[in-house]
T-cell receptor, first 111, second 110 residues
Framework: NAGVTQTPKFQVLKTGQSMTLQCAQD?????MSWYRQDPGMGLRLIHY???????DQGEVPNGYNVSRSTTEDFPLRLLSAAPSQTSVYFC??????????FGSGTRLTVV | EDKVVQSPLSLVVHEGDTVTLNCSYE??????LLWYKQEKKAPTFLFML????IEKKSGRLSSILDKKELSSILNITATQTGDSAIYLC??????????FGPGTRLSVLP
């Protein structure tokens, strides 16, 4: 059972480039979320989804897009990368009862 | 805005010490409070608390929720170097979103 799989693990982008962070889960979880983690800031919610076809904004959504066409996949798109988006990104999934399983993270550097 | 505060933000202890990590929140209506341990990579689940006053235990770790005081504590007894990590407290707003605190960075020295 793979759990939550994130790719890539590391990425360096130039300012203005776009890219997609992939997230897939094989636990049939309804809820999926993207977080970013910056030093001293804990985890901050970017976007989340409560089911296929349904997405909503979290605390820090600007500069990011998501879609949820299937239960399994929840990609995060950076439209035009900025140095302020340098961070570690985590994808998580859960059943409605709340306990989340996290992916191993993507370390993104924007230069 | 929902807010979770953790204290201390950083803590250095020696092996064998007992530590208490604090989590306080401003959300009054939530489904559960969760504690996670984060070492080098993804956070791993420790406890989920839904009822006030009921202690959850796992080995040397225990946690309790106090809904009157809008807080939770995580206790670690007889600390070991393997307990060194960031401990995250988060609230589940009925699946709408999770709100996390900044974490407590615990360093256990041999």
């Amino acid at each position: 059972n793979a759990g939550v799989t994130q790719t890539p693990k590391f990425q360096v982008l130039k300012t203005g480039q776009s890219m997609t962070l992939q997230c897939a889960q094989d636990m049939n979880h309804e809820y999926m979320s993207w977080y970013r983690q910056d030093p001293g800031m804990g985890l901050r919610l970017i976007h989340y989804s409560v089911g296929a076809g349904i997405t909503d904004q979290g605390e820090v959504p600007n500069g990011y897009n998501v879609s949820r066409s299937t239960t399994e996949d929840f990609p995060l798109r950076l439209l035009s990368a900025a140095p302020s988006q340098t961070s570690v990104y985590f994808c998580a999934s859960s059943y409605p009862t709340g306990r989340s399983t996290f992916g191993s993270g993507t370390r993104l550097t924007v230069v | 805005e929902d807010k979770v505060v953790q204290s201390p933000l950083s803590l250095v202890v020696h092996e064998g010490d007992t530590v208490t990590l604090n989590c306080s929140y401003e959300v009054t209506n939530f489904r559960s409070l969760l504690w996670y341990k984060q070492e080098k990579k993804a956070p791993t689940f420790l406890f989920m608390l839904t009822s006030s006053g009921i202690e959850k235990k796992s080995g040397r770790l225990s946690s309790i929720l106090d809904k009157k005081e809008l807080s939770s504590i995580l206790n670690i007894t007889a600390t070991q170097t393997g307990d060194s990590a960031i401990y995250l407290c988060g609230l589940d707003n009925y699946g709408q979103n999770f709100v996390f605190g900044p974490g407590t960075r615990l360093s256990v020295l041999p």
